[in-house]
């Protein structure tokens, strides 16, 4: 189970990357045309500044995910730092449950907004501006996969700690 569960990570892990150097590639390129447009060929295209916002906010959501896979979003340590390598890893347990419940908070609610807008287009690109939220909830959902990912592996570890500690026919 442990190496399907592994496989499943690695696929979501190269999905997330390649779905986002594709939107970055877009997003610039969609940018650099509409400049390209503007000052050389004092010409405006109505769509290209909206779906540039729009791969940019798709960018941003997946991205924290990835941020939560490389362990690089902002911290303050001052306090955890100081603490055992067990109460460190007992720390981000709590930290990751309380974020595992905000993202599913988020993705409940982000989620009903998905919904209510379906009918709802873009005023340049006229897709459904579904497709922009839908991002909060895919992006939360990766995220909340990644805190899971960490619950786990924490908690192994700190077993695993336990279980050396306590000789084999241990009573404590």
């Known amino acids: 189970m442990l190496k399907g569960k592994s496989k499943f990570i690695a696929n979501v892990n190269k999905a997330e990357d390649i779905s986002l150097v594709v939107m970055f590639a877009i997003m610039v390129s969609v940018i650099f045309f509409q400049v390209i447009m503007r000052y ?3 010409n405006s295209l109505s769509w ?3 779906l540039g916002k729009f791969f940019f906010v798709w960018i941003s959501w997946l991205g924290i995910s990835i941020g939560q896979r490389r362990n690089e979003h902002i911290k303050i340590t001052l306090f955890i730092d100081r603490l055992s390598d067990s109460g460190q890893r ?3 347990i709590i930290t990751d449950i309380i974020l595992l419940i905000i993202c599913s908070i988020t993705i409940y609610y982000a989620v009903l907004l998905v919904q209510s807008q379906i ?3 873009y005023a340049g690109i006229k897709i459904s501006t579904s497709w922009g939220y839908l991002s909060l909830v895919l992006g939360c959902s990766f995220m909340a996969l990644r805190l899971i990912e960490g619950v786990y592996t924490n908690i192994n570890t700190l077993l695993e700690k336990r279980r050396k500690k ?5 009573n404590n």
């Open 48 to 50: 290209s500044e909206e």
């Open 119 to 121: 009918n709802v287009p």
């Open 90 to 92: 007992i720390c981000e």
């Open 40 to 42: 050389l060929f004092n």
């Open 166 to 170: 306590i000789p084999e026919g241990g």
